[in-house]
């Protein structure tokens, strides 16, 4: 007759297998120790927060204008902005450069696709996210502390540069725009003046200032004084707007020299003194767990096995 499975046939067949289960289960939890201390790898994790600033706040217009509300942190965008540059490939590629990442995780160059091989390894163990309380934060695991964290703080200082390069490059632009505007009417200013002094020499032209400050152009043939105006005109000008931009270059060249960081440091990495992984007394707890349940389901399967065979 059939015998029903039921609670008490388990314990049976439980109790039946104790030693052997109670064995096994405490083998594995002496492997799993010995594994996680002679075996698998410390990781020691560092980290850094930063906040990006405003870089407006070099602009020519906020160093020299009038402005009394200054944002001195960025906004969202610009947090978006350097979370993308922290994750990008650039980045990446210049850390696997710089600490020659290729040897430190075992990876041979002969291979097809070592880059790829070291890039992946070393993504699992970066991050780049944006915290709770919109700040940025860069984190890396890794076997060597000192390294962990140097790897951090070069990520922090490269992102500053990628951040910063666009707005120095387009105010280059803006600044060689200017100069070069500014050239070119130096050029018609010192052309204007050459011009008048010949006029003047030539039609003995004289030139006095009147008693509310007029210009006054004084000459024998009347064309050439009217001639002598409309340059003298044209010069003042050219040289009120060269005086204008050779001001704005100034102030340019004023921003272009300001070049403070595009990032708040709230927290620099520093090479932790106490490793994050592997934690040995959960691996054990874990592998104990699992090695007595599936013990427990394979008692319980040799035994139903061996009643089915009986049956047969």
């Known amino acids: 007759m059939d015998k029903e499975f039921n609670l008490l046939v388990a314990i049976r067949i439980i109790l039946?297998?104790?030693?052997?289960?109670?064995?096994?289960?405490?083998?594995?939890?002496?492997?799993?120790?010995?594994?996680s201390v002679f075996v698998m790898d410390e990781w020691f994790f560092s980290y850094s927060k930063f906040y990006p600033t405003n870089q407006a706040l070099s602009d020519r217009s906020a160093i020299f204008g009038n402005e009394t509300k200054v944002d001195y942190y960025g906004d969202k965008a610009d947090v978006n902005r350097v979370l993308t540059i922290a994750n990008s490939i650039p980045v990446i590629d210049f850390v696997i450069d710089s600490f020659k990442l290729a040897e430190h995780y075992y990876v041979s160059k002969d291979k097809k696709y070592w880059k790829t091989i070291v890039r992946k390894k070393f993504e699992k163990n970066y991050e780049a996210i944006?915290?709770?309380?919109?700040?940025?934060q860069v984190s890396v695991y890794d076997t060597d502390p000192k390294i962990a964290a140097a790897i951090v703080?070069?990520?922090v200082r490269k992102v500053d540069e990628l951040n910063k390069q666009h707005v120095i490059e387009s105010k280059q632009k803006v600044y060689d725009a200017v100069g070069a505007q500014a050239a070119n009417l130096q050029d018609d200013v010192t052309s204007y003046i050459d011009t008048l002094a010949a006029l003047g020499e030539h039609y003995k032209i004289k030139v006095s200032t009147g008693a509310d400050g007029t210009v006054l152009v004084d000459g024998g043939d009347y064309r050439a004084v009217q001639l002598y105006k409309s340059i003298l005109a044209k010069q003042t000008n050219a040289a009120r707007e060269l005086n204008n931009l050779t001001n704005i270059k100034g102030q340019l060249s004023v921003s272009l020299q300001n070049n403070e960081t595009s990032l708040y440091v709230l927290e620099t990495a520093f090479a932790s003194d106490r490793r994050e992984k592997p934690v040995r007394s959960l691996v054990v707890i874990i592998t104990v767990l699992l090695t007595g349940f599936v013990s427990l389901i394979g008692v319980l399967l040799i035994e139903q096995i061996r009643e089915i065979k009986s049956q047969l």
């Open 153 to 155: 703080n070069a990520v």
């Open 130 to 136: 944006k915290t709770e309380h919109d700040a940025v």
């Open 16 to 35: 039946k297998w104790k030693k052997q289960i109670l064995i096994l289960t405490v083998a594995s939890g002496i492997i799993a120790a010995v594994f």
